[in-house]
């Protein structure tokens, strides 16, 4: 009965979400926005992006993210300059410290896999992205 309470103990630790269960590399490649969640509850959901957001993490954990706007070709063409991009574990959580000439800011990372990014930033509003998917037509 022990042996069962010890491994039943081990599966339900080893089932809590952590930072280091995250695969950062599903982080690089194109994102478009699917919706906002207000600190307030609001939200807004996109239907249609006018751009994407471009992300490029190497294996030192750092890299960029910048604006794209794609067209019907699906060719990419930038709409802003690269912000710098750490992501570091902080607090438990992982976070991506953005840097720019201008600001520097940071969000939380709740959620990453291949199809989809869930962030919070400083004011408690959250950015949800799913994978973008080039049209094809």
């Not at 599903?26 to 992300?55: A, M, P, Q, R």
């Not at 190497?58 to 890299?63: K, Q, R, V, W």
């Not at 953005?98 to 291949?114: A, G, M, R, V």
């Amino acid at each position: 009965m022990k042996h069962i309470i010890v491994i039943l103990s081990l599966i339900i630790l080893s089932s809590c979400s952590k930072s280091s269960d995250i695969e950062i590399s599903n982080l690089n490649g194109y994102w478009e926005i699917e919706e906002v969640i207000k600190s307030d509850g609001t939200s807004h959901v996109y239907k249609i992006n006018e751009t994407v957001d471009f992300f490029e993490v190497n294996d030192s954990l750092s890299g960029y993210r910048q604006k794209m706007k794609t067209d019907a070709d699906n060719n990419y063409t930038p709409v802003t300059e690269q912000e710098h991009i750490k992501v570091i574990t902080e607090n438990d959580s992982l976070k991506v410290h953005y840097h720019t000439p201008f600001s520097d800011w940071k969000e939380t990372i709740l959620e990453l896999n291949n199809n989809r990014l869930k962030v919070v930033n400083q004011h408690q509003n959250v950015y949800i992205y799913k994978r973008y998917i080039p049209l094809n037509l």
